[in-house]
């Protein structure tokens, strides 16, 4: 893989991944806290078919999904930087 510019080194790609995947888990941890408490009421509440998974699943589901959060944030952290030209700010299709 070729990258623009100075290498990184691998210690700070996997200090970012590292940080990243740290950052998105601190965040579903702080969105759990904002939940959990109504969890029960509401959800013990709710009209499930019969293939709704165990209770179990959901935190594992959840943190895995969060770690894919961090993996593709790190994937385009990593990305070599695209310049726009002049004037160009952001765009979400790389420049037009």
Not at 33 to 50: E, Q, R
Not at 59 to 78: D, E, G, K, N
């Amino acid at each position: 893989m070729s990258q623009q510019g100075p290498e990184r080194s691998r210690l700070v790609d996997a200090a970012a991944l590292g940080g990243l995947v740290a950052l998105c888990l601190i965040v579903g941890f702080l969105g759990s806290l904002a939940t959990t408490p109504n969890i029960d009421p509401w959800y013990a509440g709710l009209a499930k078919p019969a293939w709704t998974p165990p209770p179990l699943v959901f935190p594992i589901v959840w943190t895995a999904l969060y770690i894919m959060m961090a993996v593709a944030a790190w994937l385009v952290w990593r990305a070599p930087a695209f310049d726009c030209g002049e004037g160009a700010v952001f765009s979400p299709s790389r420049c037009n």
